[in-house]
C-alpha cells in the first residue's frame, strides 16, 4: 500500500511543501487550513468566526476530494493565536459536528501563516 496525494482545485494550494492531504488505507490525513480562498491564495475574514468559516469550507473541500467528510472525522487540531477566541471558533466549528463529535485538541499559539487567527487541521476515516 502507498500513500496517496489529496489534491483539489476547491481548497486553497499548499504554501509550502506539503500536501492538502494524504491519503493511507482507509484514512485521509488532512494538513492545516487556514482562512484562504481558493481562488486567490489570500486571506479572507476580519474575525475569527469568520476565518473560522472559510476554515471549514476548506477542510470540506479536502474531504470530499479524499472520498470523506466531517461525519467521518475522528480527530482535530486547533490552532488559535488568542484562546479568548474558543467561544466563537467553537461556535462555527460545532455547526459541522452536531452529532458527530471527533476528538479534538484545541492549541493557543503565538502566530500562524499569514497572519491567521486560527488553523484547523484533521484525520478522518474514508
Not at 509550502?16 to 475574514?45: E, H, R, W
Not at 492549541?107 to 501563516?113: N, S, Y
Request: charged share 20%; aromatic share 6%; with cysteine.
Amino acid at each position: 500500500m502507498k500513500p496517496e496525494i489529496v489534491q483539489t482545485d476547491a481548497a486553497p494550494k499548499a504554501i509550502g511543501p506539503y500536501s492538502q492531504a494524504v491519503k493511507f488505507g482507509n484514512v485521509v490525513y488532512c494538513s492545516g487550513q487556514i482562512s484562504l480562498d481558493p481562488a486567490t491564495n489570500q486571506m479572507v475574514g476580519a474575525t475569527v468566526a469568520e476565518q473560522t468559516e472559510r476554515v471549514m469550507q476548506n477542510l470540506s473541500a479536502v474531504l470530499s476530494a479524499a472520498g470523506s467528510g466531517f461525519d467521518r472525522v475522528l480527530r482535530c487540531s486547533i490552532f488559535l493565536v488568542s484562546i479568548g477566541d474558543f467561544a466563537a471558533v467553537n461556535e462555527v466549528y460545532g455547526k459541522r459536528f452536531t452529532t458527530h463529535k471527533p476528538a479534538r485538541a484545541t492549541i493557543a499559539v503565538k502566530e500562524l501563516p499569514k497572519g491567521a487567527l486560527v488553523e484547523i487541521d484533521c484525520t478522518a476515516a474514508i
